[in-house]
């Protein structure tokens, strides 16, 4: 029992120091600045979405991602799922701006549709809208029906932002 305890106590400072070597290989900045340098490495003066490796350091450092902005105008969103209400949606995906929905007939209309909405701005312009029809089938939609419903969006989204600077 008593080789057992020392033992342990003697591989006590070899993995202290093998994780201290460790660590320490981990700053990869060569003496040029970084954690043991006079000032931040190069890797460190980059922006956070130009950085192409990460470190152990990155675990501590104070970058909060839970306040990142959607990149999507929130009036197109509602003025896509507004007019396309008649539509079952498959699936949305704010962050992206993209909204998929399933085959759905308009009403007054004998025709089904399918539409897929991307909204790639945050600016309320028609630029930032990309619509998709497809009819039953996959068949192709005609353009100017794909315009009639791109209007449609386009003049709701401008309704909400009236409505809410009337606030």
Known sequence: MALGAAAR??????????????????GGSGGKGGLFGLGPSEH???????????????????RDTSNQQVAVNRYLWNASLDVLNF??????????????????TPPGGGRSYRATVRIS?????????K???QGAGGSAVAPDTVRAVEDAILTRARQLRVRDGQL
Do not use: H, M
Not at 44 to 62: A, G, Q, Y
Not at 121 to 129: K, M, Q, T
């Open 121 to 129: 701005d945050p600016a309320l312009d028609a630029r930032s809208l």
């Open 87 to 104: 539509l079952p949606i498959q699936s949305v995906d704010p962050f992206t701006g993209v909204i998929v929905t399933g085959y759905g």
């Open 131 to 133: 619509l998709s029809l």
């Open 9 to 26: 106590r003697a591989a006590r400072p070899i993995l202290v120091a093998g994780l201290a070597l460790s660590v320490a290989a981990c």
């Open 44 to 62: 460190d003066k980059r922006p956070v979405n130009e950085r192409r490796e990460s470190t152990i350091w990155d675990l501590f450092s104070n």
